[in-house]
């Protein structure tokens, strides 16, 4: 199947590639539809996560999916051997698949080798390997699990999923920061425009709630700790008086197939995934460079891709990670890569609602774009009562609105210097 369709593209152009499934385990909702409905109407999932933390650590909040129960996908004695990163993306990638109308347990051996995953993941199991650590370090070395390696090993978070849906075709994890689920989808289309896949299982998945791990970031001075009696009132996004971002968890999966098997399939297409740009910087481990100029090539490249001029634009979905530096310079760059209709798109930043689920948040950002498009109306930035001077756009503040979308931004900031962004284009009726 795949020879054919490679030998059958070397003379064509590349197939177009749509989204028909889509799953979604969030801090704010568990399944795709809870978690829309928790976000159009602006509700947090950012609450006190104090049973997962040392008493003394300052940071006392995360996005935590408190309702998600990780026995609905694995058997209690296979939790004890991975982290909680596993079920999550699990829950998603089993909700996508079902929402596209497919059903594994029926694929031939054809079928299942035509199917890849490619996931984008920032920290993996690192929570897992945290857990392992503390484990052995504290005198219970009988305790750790037998599968310590492979689990810990971030590429065997994809291969999770293929054992779980028995998928043949490709299984990769792509780890880029923060950028992680976007490139994901990124290559992922790439693999389905080129014939290599007939579909594909893409997102993101992360989980780094976890002691170290958060004391580690609040070391970067980078959380904030100053909400943790009003935890929904915590990540500020564009707002003067924000300090820091809520780290979160969380899995968004979709399927990716080309425009052509859908529509011969009859099925239903939220959107296509019509241009992917990415750069790097170059710059700092951490940092972002003040002029936003690679930010803003990454999102020219994804809307030149799709042939899309920024007036054709009808939203934004940001980074916006509620730092001070974050904020302020994806604000520069979305006026460098849109001119003047970067003052005239509304843009909204969905962290405001879940906190940021690191490598998750480019899947995060498309989940919640393609159900604005499909149901005509814009997330809100939650929290930005009183916007930073710098920060001078049209942000959705606080409160939703009906709005159709046609074409969709999607755009990605991250260590290491990284940018990445995606266009999502709704079809013409055919």
């Known amino acids: 199947m795949i020879q054919a369709r490679l030998a059958a593209k070397k003379a064509a152009v590349l197939e177009r590639v749509v989204i028909t499934g889509m799953g979604a385990v969030s801090p704010n909702g568990i399944g795709r539809e809870a978690f829309w409905a928790a976000t159009r109407q602006g509700q947090s999932g950012v609450r006190r996560i104090d049973p997962l933390l040392p008493a003394d650590l300052n ?3 995360g996005g935590f999916a408190a309702n998600f129960d990780p026995l609905r996908h ?4 296979d939790l004890a051997h991975v982290g909680r990163v596993v079920p999550l993306a699990l829950a998603a990638a089993g909700e996508a698949i079902a929402d596209a109308g497919f059903e594994p347990e029926r694929f031939s051996l054809a079928q ?5 995953v490619v996931l984008g993941s920032g920290g993996g199991a690192l929570a897992f390997v945290e857990e392992q650590f503390s484990t052995y370090f504290s005198g219970h070395e ?3 699990s037998v599968y310590t390696i492979p689990s810990a090993t971030p590429g065997t978070l994809a291969s999770e999923i293929s054992m779980r849906f028995g998928l043949r075709g490709c299984s990769h994890l792509i780890s ?5 689920s976007t490139d994901a989808l990124g290559y992922a289309r790439l693999a389905i425009a080129t014939g290599r896949l007939g579909h594909a299982l893409a997102g993101g998945a992360d989980a780094p709630l976890a002691p170290l791990i958060i004391r580690a970031f609040a070391l970067m001075k ?7 009696q009003q935890p929904e009132k915590a990540s500020r996004p564009f707002s003067a008086d924000r300090d820091g971002f809520v780290l979160g968890e969380g899995a968004w999966m979709f399927v990716l197939e080309s425009l052509a098997n859908a529509r011969a399939r009859g099925a239903r297409i939220y959107a296509e995934i019509a241009g992917y740009g990415s750069t790097c910087e170059a710059y700092h481990r951490v940092r972002l460079e003040e002029s936003g100029e690679e930010p803003a090539r990454a ?6 891709e799709a042939g899309i001029e920024p007036q054709r634009l009808d939203y934004v979905n940001l980074h916006g990670t509620s730092t001070v530096l974050n904020d302020r310079i994806e604000t520069r760059a979305l006026k460098l890569a849109l001119g003047r209709q970067a003052y005239r798109v509304p843009a909204s930043a969905l962290k405001s609602l879940i906190g940021h689920p690191q490598g998750a948040s480019g899947a995060a950002g498309v989940a919640a774009s393609l159900l604005a498009m499909r149901d005509g109306w814009l997330p809100p930035t939650l929290n930005l009562e009183t916007p930073d001077p710098e920060c001078d756009l049209d942000y959705v503040p606080v409160h939703g609105r009906a709005q159709a979308v046609g074409h969709a931004l999607c755009n990605c900031i991250g260590f290491g210097s990284k940018n990445s962004a995606l266009v999502l284009s709704q079809l013409a009726a055919a």
């Open 142 to 144: 009988r305790r750790c």
């Open 59 to 61: 940071v006392r909040i």
């Open 222 to 228: 980078i959380l904030t700790t100053s909400w943790s």
């Open 112 to 116: 299942r080798r035509d199917w890849g």
């Open 176 to 180: 880029t920061g923060c950028t992680s």
């Open 299 to 304: 999102m020219q490249l994804a809307l030149a």
């Open 74 to 77: 694995m058997e209690e004695r």
